[in-house]
């Protein structure tokens, strides 16, 4: 959510900001519901002021003995007309905060500028993508010998969702654990179990409400299936104030994703690489504003090791103003080599929100001077996403025959098995 006084202190540099993600101008819409809501509680002020002084009056006066039935009529009408008074008031702080709630946050002044994919930038790039002197096959086609049964999986289901089985099921923990273990040993982060039903309120936090409802699956009960356990651990920070020093907190959960994948229609439907369920380590930061530029550089560079331990070649690009989530105001895309579609592919998204998310969720943390309570700046990242690095698995270390060969750091989670084999 947007901070009302920036927009009133600087209208030009907010639809400036608004301009590079390439949306039309809203602080004049804003400033004018503004101004109504203020005018609406002056008057609403007035009013209170005056039922006071009224009744006031009317104590003098039957202190005197003197007829207080002009003043008693008053008190009515302003009995009458100060709740449709209040009611107004609240109406138009609303639709001050549905135009905040409806605008994305702006982005960090060294994001690229651009409107789609083509114009993100890349940081860097690492290792060499493997050259192969057989047909390469893709994770369906291998997977198919060795596990992964996508026809069962949608007979059960319908489309976008998989079904795996054996040594590929076995495979798909293992990744799992060996995330965990490094997030949680070497980088500190703390493992979380985490609810994978929300309410509104924790949906609303992280920005996937209310403009985002149709991405999401909604229970009966009306909780919300998390889209990624990002929405849990955030909200962790919600409406509490943190001591300064406890800054930053580091959180990590190995959970399912639910996605509904609304308007994805057409678009990556082969396999596994868009699914309604997904499996996906999270990693969630909470930190002090001064110093979470540096702490996205660390989180990208923790998913990235991931990479790195897996031998899987990937590259890192910044996305551009128009192609960043409705939360991010800077975002780092890790991108892995998939050989059969020789090119990279998205596995992992790494981005600051600044205090974005902060104000929805009422997140603070308390300054060591004294000087009263600040927003903190929330941060979130795959750590990574278990079944695109399955698929960047099975592909970058497949063999002739069909097998697959276990990469090095997943042997000890595989109980030393070296190879998945048809």
């Avoid at 690492?126 to 086609?141: L, T």
């Avoid at 190995?254 to 868009?274: I, N, Q, V, Y």
């Amino acid at each position: 959510m947007h901070d009302l006084k920036t927009v009133r202190d600087d209208p030009r540099a907010f639809d400036a900001a608004l301009q590079r993600r390439g949306l039309a101008p809203h602080a004049g819409r804003v400033l004018e519901l503004d101004q109504k809501h203020r005018a609406l509680l002056t008057r609403l002020q007035e009013m209170q002021a005056r039922r006071n002084d009224v009744s006031r009056q009317i104590g003098v006066r039957k202190a005197r003995g003197e007829n207080a039935d002009d003043l008693v009529a008053d008190t009515q009408r302003i009995k009458i007309e100060l709740p449709q008074l209040e009611q107004q008031a609240r109406d138009a702080e609303t639709a001050v905060r549905a135009v905040l709630d409806s605008l994305p946050n702006v982005p960090a002044p060294d994001v690229p500028e651009g409107t789609d994919s083509t114009a993100n930038k890349e940081a860097r790039r690492w290792g060499e993508p493997r050259k192969f002197d057989f047909p390469v096959k893709d994770h369906v086609a291998l997977g198919e010998r060795l596990g992964l049964d996508i026809a069962t999986a949608a007979r059960m289901s319908g489309a976008r969702f998989t079904l795996l089985k054996g040594q590929v099921a076995r495979l798909e923990r293992a990744l799992a654990q060996f995330m965990l273990d490094l997030h949680t040993r070497e980088f500190g982060y703390t493992e979380c179990s985490v609810p994978l039903m929300v309410r509104d309120n924790a949906a609303y936090g992280t920005g996937n409400l209310p403009k985002f409802g149709e991405d999401l699956f909604r229970t009966t009960s009306g909780h919300w299936l998390i889209p990624t356990a990002e929405v849990s651990l955030t909200n962790i920070a919600a409406e509490q104030i943190l001591e300064e020093d406890a800054l930053p907190q580091r959180f990590t959960a190995f959970t399912p994703c639910f996605r509904s994948e609304a308007g994805a229609a057409g678009k990556d439907t082969h396999g596994m690489l868009r699914q309604h369920q997904f499996w996906k380590v999270e990693l969630v930061s909470v930190a002090h504003p001064d110093k979470s530029n540096d702490e996205h550089e660390r989180m990208t560079a923790c998913a990235e090791e991931v990479l790195k331990r897996l031998g899987l070649p990937y590259r890192t690009v910044t996305l551009c103003t128009g192609d960043m989530g409705f939360a991010a105001q800077k975002t780092y895309d890790i991108e892995v080599w998939l050989p059969a579609q020789n090119t990279y592919r998205e596995i992992s998204s790494c981005s600051n929100c600044g205090e974005f998310q902060a104000r929805r969720m009422k997140a603070r943390f308390r300054q060591k001077d004294g000087k009263g309570t600040r927003f903190v700046h929330t941060l979130n990242g795959s750590g990574l996403a278990v079944g695109r690095t399955l698929i960047a698995v099975l592909e970058n270390f497949q063999n002739a025959d069909g097998s697959v060969t276990v990469p090095k750091a997943l042997v000890p989670y595989m109980d030393g098995r070296e190879a998945l084999t048809p």
